[in-house]
T-cell receptor, first 108, second 115 residues
Framework: RKEVEQDPGPFNVPEGATVAFNCTYSNSASQSFFWYRQDCRKEPKLLMS???SGNEDGRFTAQLNRASQYISLLIRDSKLSDSATYLCVVNSLKQLTFGSGTQLTVLP | GAGVSQSPSNKVTEKGKDVELRCDPI?????LYWYRQRLGQGLEFLIYFQGNSAPDKSGLPSDRFSAERTGESVSTLTIQRTQQEDSAVYLC?????????????FGPGTRLTVT
């Protein structure tokens, strides 16, 4: 079983739609969780950290369910510029473990 | 301020040649990470440095791969006797410290093509 698993997609949604991604992780001792965004042929960039209480940043909401060991990312009112690959990232000892990513395309 | 830089941005080499990839982390960042990303794939952890030491080399795919870091700054990733399967983007990231909860800042990567 992979340490971090994501649905690879692709998710094709119309502009303005709400879309949700889930990610599961295997190491119950993991303490830190993140969502990164990677544009085509670019490096990953941090989108947001994920806190136990859940957190929101504008149109983006991240949630953590420790009991079920999954993390979610919700994007509301999606924009064309949201098209990218979204990487679920979990700390593993002193390194981060990246999921393979979920590809999102927002269509006009 | 200046971000993580990597050089070269692109490298085409013949099978069997050695290549050296360079990473300049953000100034003051003590932790440095190397990843590999094959086309259409996720990030594959290779090695990380805390200061100049490499506590975790578990991700290096073979003994053809080595890395070093000097002066808690620049790091080089060396691939000897390159093979076609080494073709990928090699990403470097740095972080203020290693450990839980710290964001990693990525460089633009070096795109390696082995012909």
């Amino acid at each position: 079983r992979k340490e971090v698993e994501q649905d690879p997609g692709p998710f094709n949604v119309p502009e303005g739609a709400t879309v949700a991604f889930n990610c599961t992780y295997s190491n119950s001792a993991s303490q830190s969780f993140f969502w990164y965004r990677q544009d085509c042929r670019k490096e990953p960039k941090l989108l947001m950290s994920v806190y136990s209480s859940g957190n929101e940043d504008g149109r983006f909401t991240a949630q953590l369910n420790r009991a079920s060991q999954y993390i979610s990312l919700l994007i509301r009112d999606s924009k064309l510029s949201d098209s990218a690959t979204y990487l679920c990232v979990v700390n593993s000892l002193k390194q981060l473990t990246f999921g393979s990513g979920t590809q999102l395309t927002v269509l006009p | 301020g200046a971000g993580v830089s990597q050089s070269p941005s692109n490298k085409v080499t013949e099978k069997g040649k050695d290549v050296e990839l360079r990473c300049d982390p953000i100034s003051g960042h003590t932790a440095l990470y190397w990843y590999r990303q094959r086309l259409g794939q996720g990030l594959e952890f290779l090695i990380y440095f805390q200061g100049n030491s490499a506590p975790d080399k578990s991700g290096l795919p073979s003994d053809r791969f080595s890395a070093e870091r000097t002066g808690e700054s620049v790091s080089t990733l060396t691939i000897q006797r390159t093979q076609q399967e080494d073709s990928a983007v090699y990403l470097c990231a740095s972080s203020p410290v290693s450990g839980q909860g710290y964001e990693q800042y990525f460089g633009p990567g070096t795109r390696l093509t082995v012909t």
